[in-house]
């Protein structure tokens, strides 16, 4: 689950870790209010969506006073903010925080996620703040320095003064960045973070240490422990399939192919959309049903991939162990009926049931494929679509 950068911030301020003076606003007037509380001569309107490259796309702007300030809020709120992580269809902004500005010195990078290789969480540390990490690997991998954290032991305090030496902190600095690692890190193991990332991590003129941003991803299946973290997902920045989705209990992503999919398990459904490619067409979800789907979630997992109008073909791949291949039938023949259906189907089902499942199918008088095997439903689907 991700949350916005003003709720990540809110987080950070419960565990001590310091953030610049601001407010979150929904209008322009409520913006000139939060600048004219902080005070200063200058202040950042910052606009408020699930993606990066919000400063490139026009969504992140200085205000030299407080007219200045509402004018920008009036222009960022509303707008539909496009970056290289929305993809070209961008985000609407529906709130903006208001900062004052800071007097910087250096930007660094700070970021806390789970590496899987290690099975163990690695904090990353870069001088090249300000810059996607991804393209620091690529280009300077030599200014990452990293530390792996034994869940076991806990972070230790040598870790890290080794971080804050290793990006060319000194003094008094690096008691400051210490202490600022520590409490990220203790926020990161108290919700179940999957990822936390400061980006630029700011030194001040004044010496001081402040999370200038903030993005703050949780791991979903850990929720049920932390009930007020739900409350701070936005559902307008969730996909409307993939929020109808998840209220039915299935596991559904929009992709931008036009191959509609319908899997039960998710290895299946990783190799159902390998397979689609490789027959030379682009998935347009990854749905999985689950091994003990009901009629109902088939139903429901059916409406939903015809949802999308990019969707030209539908390929269900089935293998019947858990989830019997005439439940199946049964779930996609009852949403044929609810749902006006005008793209070809092409079916594979093996397993429990699957004589009775394609009987079933076959006996409904209905146009539906079958294929032979995966790979034949995958070449027939992929020239269909």
Not at 19 to 42: N, R, S, W
Not at 173 to 195: E, G, H, K, P, V
Not at 269 to 297: Q, R, W
Not at 349 to 366: A, F, N, V, Y
Request: charged share 20%; net charge negative; glycine share 10%.
């Amino acid at each position: 689950m991700k949350i916005h950068e003003y709720q990540a911030k809110q987080l950070l301020k419960k565990f001590n870790v310091p953030i610049p003076q601001g407010g979150v606003a929904t209008d322009p007037h409520e913006a000139y209010q939060i600048a004219e509380a902080l005070g200063g001569m200058t202040y950042v309107v910052k606009a408020q969506i699930h993606a990066g490259g919000r400063g490139k796309g026009g969504g992140v702007k200085v205000a030299a006073d407080l007219n200045e300030v509402r004018q920008l809020a009036e222009a960022i709120l509303g707008m539909t903010l496009v970056t290289h992580q929305t993809g070209p269809e961008g985000r609407v902004v529906k709130k903006v925080l208001v900062e004052q500005a800071l007097d910087i010195k250096q930007e660094l990078y700070l970021g806390i996620v789970i590496d899987r290789a290690q099975a163990r969480p690695v904090i990353m540390m870069s001088a090249a703040g300000g810059m996607e990490i991804e393209e620091v690997a690529a280009r300077t991998p030599e200014l990452i320095v990293k530390e792996a954290i034994d869940p076991a032991v806990g972070l230790m305090p040598y870790q890290t003064r080794n971080l804050a030496f290793g990006v060319g902190l000194d003094g008094a600095l690096i008691r400051t960045a210490s202490n600022f690692i520590t409490n990220l890190y203790q926020m990161f193991m108290a919700y179940d973070c999957s990822l936390v990332e400061i980006n630029p991590l700011v030194v001040t003129n004044g010496g001081q240490l402040l999370a200038l941003d903030a993005k703050v991803n949780f791991d979903d299946n850990a929720l049920y422990r932390h009930k007020d973290l739900i409350e701070l997902e936005d559902p307008n920045e969730i996909d409307p399939l993939e929020l109808e989705a998840k209220k039915h209990n299935l596991n559904y992503i929009r992709l931008d192919g036009t191959v509609g999919a319908m899997v039960n398990g998710a290895g299946l459904a990783m190799a159902t959309m390998d397979l689609i490619k490789l027959a030379g067409a682009e998935p347009a979800n990854f749905l999985d049903v689950g091994g003990g789907a009901s009629a109902d979630m088939i139903t429901n997992g059916f409406r939903i991939i015809l949802g999308d109008p990019r969707v030209k073909a539908i390929l269900i791949n089935i293998f019947g162990g858990i989830l019997r291949c005439d439940v199946l039938a049964q779930g996609v023949l009852e949403a044929v009926k609810q749902v006006q259906v005008q793209v070809p189907i092409i079916i594979r089902l093996e397993g429990t049931r699957c004589e009775i499942g394609r009987d079933l199918l076959k006996d409904s008088g209905l146009d539906f494929t079958v294929a032979s095997d995966m790979l034949d439903a995958a070449h027939k689907v992929a020239a269909l679509a």
